[in-house]
């Protein structure tokens, strides 16, 4: 079974940095799309980024300017950095990918266990 691992998460003072990255677990056939979405106490589950194989970007609103996802895909891994964090940026960050198995001919959506983003004012 194919596992995301995610790393990176932290507290960081307004207006500071944080690096997440997501790798999966071992050795996959394909991954198509991989992202990054984040849930807030109370808040539903909202996107942050998205990124296809070919490197196509996709970003919420919110984080225009500021956040930059990436991918290398000889490592199967997708990162993103998170420049000039505010506040309303804490969340617990998710990293999800659509991969596709050896022996399959379709994608399955894989997720994270998750990881903290706590910004302080």
């Known amino acids: 079974q194919v596992q995301l691992v995610e790393s990176g998460g932290g507290l960081v003072q307004a207006g500071g940095s944080l690096r997440l990255s997501c790798a999966a677990s071992?050795?996959?056939?394909?991954?198509?799309?991989m992202g990054w979405y984040r849930q807030a106490p109370g808040k539903q589950r909202e996107l942050v980024a998205t990124?296809?194989?070919?490197?196509?970007?996709n970003y919420a609103d919110s984080v225009k300017g500021r956040f930059t996802i990436s991918r290398d895909n000889a490592k199967n891994t997708v990162y993103l950095q998170m420049n000039s964090l505010k506040p309303e940026d804490t969340a617990v960050y998710y990293c999800?990918?659509?991969?596709?198995?050896?022996?399959?001919?379709?994608?399955?959506?894989?997720w994270g266990q998750g990881t903290q983003v706590t910004v302080s004012s």
């Open positions: 999800n990918a659509a991969i596709r198995n050896s022996g399959r001919y379709s994608y399955d959506t894989y």
């Open positions: 071992r050795s996959i056939f394909s991954i198509n799309t």
């Open positions: 990124i296809t194989s070919g490197g196509s970007t």
